[in-house]
C-alpha cells in the first residue's frame, strides 16, 4: 500500500494487480488501445501495460499479488473481460472516507488502517472472510515478522514448526498463495521501506534488510512496484508498509 501524491508514470506492467484510488480529483489511465480514461477509483489487471496522468492527486495505491486467493478473486469479478476497470463508488468512497480518519488522527493506528484495507478488497473480491490458515503457517509468518532482522533458510524455519523443508514449501504455498521465498523477498522490501523513511538512506535500507546493495534494492522495487523508491520517498506523504 501507498498512500501519498501520485507521480505521472510513463507506459509500464507489472505482475501486480492494482487498485489505484483517489482522495481528491478524478485522473486518468491508458486503455490498452492506448486512449485514456477518467477515472477516480480502478483495478488494473496484472502484467497489464498501463500509464497514469495523475494531476497531482493524493492517492491510495494497492498492489495485490494475482496468484493469491484474493488476487485471483479479483481478476474474476473485474478483470475476465477488461483489463482496467472502474470500482463500486460507493465502497470506495466510504472506504476512503474511512481511511482518511485514520489520517487524520493523532497517532496513526497502522493496524486499524490494514483492517480497513483487508475488509474494503474482500468486500470487492467477494470472498466474506479468509480461509482458516493452519497453524504452523501462522507460527512461520509469526516468526519472520519477530525477528525480521535475522534471515532465515528453509530449514531453520521448517525446523521450528516440525516440518520437512519440502512439506513446508508446498503447505505454505498452498494456504498462503505465494511461495515462501517470494513471501521472505516482499518482507525485506517492507522492512527496507520501513527503513527508508526512518532514515531517508537507501542504501543504509537495503543493507538493513539484507540485499545485497542499494543497486540490487532498487531493482527489486522497480520489478516489484513499477517505479523506484525514491520516487516515492520524494512525494510521499503518508507511507506505511503493512507486514500481514
Not at 498492489?63 to 463508488?89: C, F, Q, S
Not at 507460527?139 to 530449514?155: A, G, S, T
Request: hydrophobic residues 40%.
Amino acid at each position: 500500500m501507498y498512500i501519498g501524491r501520485a507521480i505521472d508514470t510513463s507506459t509500464h506492467d507489472h505482475h501486480a494487480i492494482q487498485i489505484a484510488l483517489s482522495f481528491d480529483h478524478p485522473f486518468y489511465i491508458s486503455s490498452p488501445e492506448g486512449s485514456f480514461k477518467k477515472v477516480t477509483s480502478v483495478i488494473i489487471d496484472s502484467d497489464q501495460a498501463h500509464e497514469c496522468r495523475t494531476n497531482d492527486n493524493t492517492f491510495l495505491l494497492l498492489n495485490i499479488d494475482p496468484m493469491t486467493t484474493v488476487g485471483r478473486a479479483l481478476k474474476k469479478n473485474y478483470l475476465t473481460r477488461h483489463a482496467v476497470m472502474e470500482l463500486p463508488a460507493d465502497q470506495t468512497a466510504q472506504f476512503l472516507q474511512d481511511i482518511e480518519g485514520c489520517l487524520d488522527a493523532d497517532v496513526l493506528d497502522s493496524h486499524h488502517v490494514h483492517d480497513l484495507t483487508r475488509q474494503y478488497v474482500h468486500r470487492l473480491s467477494g470472498l466474506e472472510q479468509d480461509a482458516v490458515v493452519d497453524e504452523r503457517i501462522q507460527q512461520v509468518m509469526r516468526l519472520l515478522e519477530e525477528r525480521k532482522d535475522e534471515e532465515f533458510k528453509i530449514e531453520d524455519l521448517a525446523a521450528e514448526v516440525f516440518l520437512s523443508p519440502g512439506r513446508l514449501t508446498h503447505l505454505f504455498k498452498k494456504q498462503v498463495g505465494i511461495p515462501i521465498k517470494k513471501y521472505v523477498l516482499w518482507a525485506r522490501i517492507l522492512m527496507a521501506l520501513q527503513k527508508v523513511f526512518e532514515t531517508r538512506n537507501l542504501r543504509e535500507a537495503a543493507l538493513y534488510a539484507g540485499f545485497s546493495d542499494a543497486s540490487h534494492f532498487n531493482r527489486t522495487f522497480r520489478r516489484m512496484f513499477g517505479l523506484y523508491p525514491s520516487a516515492i520517498l520524494k512525494n510521499s506523504q503518508n507511507v506505511q508498509a503493512f507486514w500481514k
